[in-house]
């Protein structure tokens, strides 16, 4: 299984970024993907949901998307480290959403992540909860109004794919 990102690889990307911006005078555009977990099953589509690293919102798994892999693959590692699924990603993003944080704007990708396995033991689970939530309660949770855009185009096409 992948292993968390050591702080100092992020801090490196963090850095570059910022160097790039201060040339251009603009805030750093810090690169982030995530994935809206999902099943299906008897009570219909349910959304996996975590916790932020201070406990305090529900969000879905996401993160700053590593030197190296593509954004759906970053996105899928997050998903591992952050909740401990794994399943199949969807090809192309839902779309994006952006919100300021660490001095710049933080673009993320999401993708959806139908979850074929869940375990017990995985990289933050001493730092995040997780619950499965219906799509209601999912619009309930989350206080990101960009995500609760995406959340409604996943929303639709999730109908569109299981027939709902």
């Known amino acids: 299984m992948p292993k968390n990102t050591p702080r100092y690889v992020k801090e490196n990307i963090l850095r570059r970024h910022r160097r790039q911006s201060e040339k251009k005078k603009e805030p750093p555009v810090i690169a ?15 959304l996996l ?5 201070n406990g305090r919102r529900w969000i879905f798994p996401k993160g700053i ?30 779309g994006s959403y952006s919100f300021e944080k660490w001095g710049g704007i933080c673009h993320v990708d999401m993708y959806a992540l139908l979850v074929q ?22 619009r309930a949770s989350i206080a990101e109004r960009g995500l609760l855009d995406l959340l409604e185009v996943f929303a639709e096409q999730i109908r569109e794919l299981h027939h709902e």
Do not use: F
């Open 49 to 53: 949901l975590v916790t932020s690293r």
């Open 32 to 46: 982030q993907s995530g994935v809206i977990p999902y099943r299906v099953g008897a009570a219909g589509i349910e």
């Open 65 to 94: 998307v590593e030197t190296g892999l593509h954004p759906r693959d970053s996105a899928a590692k997050e998903a591992w480290e952050e909740a401990g699924v794994l399943g199949a990603v969807t090809e192309e993003a839902l």
């Open 117 to 138: 396995g869940v375990a017990e033991e995985y990289d933050e689970r001493a730092i995040r909860q997780r619950r499965w939530v219906s799509l209601d309660e999912a």
